[in-house]
């Protein structure tokens, strides 16, 4: 095995999902604190390894991978003791993939990112009542995803849930799920919060952040 070197953020979701996923591997790893609040992302010894410059990134034996989902997709194949995290059937690792690219395009950078991303960079303090509305509606298909399993994917934990649990937990700061509409969802989240490295890897980081975003004293839109 290489020396894993991940790149990240604590506060961000797509960092903290995949510290998720490489406590869940027991993997080893040393991490480098790339701080977007003051654009370490943007230094030119960053941008060799990600022109994208986005932030989480892994470097696994001189080469480099970024995306969280890409990330953690390609550490669960390689390191995990088993498939359990990214399923070897091909018609579960597609409903994985499809929770993962809901993720990428809709619940973290839709629906999330549309709020925070004018919150913490650009002085917005009102938030309009249609994103609130958006959460709800992504809380009405993540309930419908759980159907009758315990997790977003199927019966088993996979990558997809830890990439979904660090979202949430910031959509919850603008839209608690109401325990009576939501009840797989809240039972859910009940679910991934008491696994024994969550907090270490994730809960930390979502404080963090809830303090950040509380800080800029926003308004929902009447």
Known sequence: MGKLIFSGFDASPPCRAVKLTLAALQLPYEYVIVNPLTKDQHSPEYLKKNPQHTIPMLEDDGKYIADSHAISAYLAKKYGKDSSLYPSDVFQSA????????????????????????????????????????????????????????????????????????????????????????????????????????????????????????????????
């Open 95 to 222: 409903i994985v993939d499809q929770r993962l690219h809901y993720d990428s395009s809709t619940l973290f950078t839709s629906t999330l990112m549309s709020i925070t991303k004018p919150l913490i960079f650009q002085g917005k303090t009102e938030i309009e009542k249609s994103k609130i509305a958006a959460i709800a509606e992504a809380y009405d298909l993540i309930e419908t995803f759980l159907g009758d399993n315990d997790y977003v994917a199927g019966p088993e934990l996979t990558i997809a849930d830890f990439s979904f649990i660090t979202t949430i937990c910031v959509l919850m700061i603008f839209l608690v799920p109401d325990s009576s509409k939501y009840p797989k969802l809240n039972a859910w989240l009940k679910r991934i919060k008491e696994l024994p490295y969550y907090e270490e890897a994730s809960g930390v980081g979502a404080t963090q952040l809830e303090s950040l975003i509380k800080s800029k004293n926003f308004t929902i839109e009447a």
